[in-house]
């Protein structure tokens, strides 16, 4: 029963500005370990950024100062700000939902993606 949906995705000029979101439903949403993945053609999907339950964050190194994870427990929604986006940024982005480690069940959740290009 648990959903992920992605939005926000589309073409962008290098030096500008993209906000995707997460809508997530069937879950108790302020519990989980939330994340964005992304991944390029031929590339392997790579951690962007995360954040905890208790809103602690962490970003690859490429997106540091650029991009900024968010998420909103009223809403049950995650975002990524995504600022002087680079061409290099171009892929699939994936939200990514983790039970804690307390939790009795652990489970793992995926979104089917939305697509960011970044170029002139």
């Known amino acids: 029963q648990v959903q992920l949906v992605e939005s926000g995705g589309g073409l962008v000029q290098p030096g500008g500005s993209l906000r995707l979101s997460c809508a997530a439903s069937?879950?108790?949403?302020?519990?989980?370990?939330m994340g964005w993945y992304r991944q390029a053609p031929g590339k392997q999907r790579e951690l962007v950024a995360a954040?905890?339950?208790?809103?602690?964050?962490t970003y690859v190194d490429s997106v540091k100062g650029r991009f900024t994870i968010s998420k909103d427990n009223a809403k049950n929604t995650m975002y990524l700000q995504m600022d002087s986006l680079r061409p290099e940024d171009t892929a699939v982005y994936y939200c990514?939902?983790?039970?804690?480690?307390?939790?009795?069940?652990?489970?793992?959740?995926w979104g089917q993606g939305t697509q960011v290009t970044v170029s002139s």
């Open positions: 069937g879950m108790l949403f302020s519990i989980y370990a």
């Open positions: 990514n939902a983790r039970t804690p480690n307390w939790y009795p069940r652990q489970f793992e959740y």
């Open positions: 954040i905890t339950s208790g809103e602690s964050t």
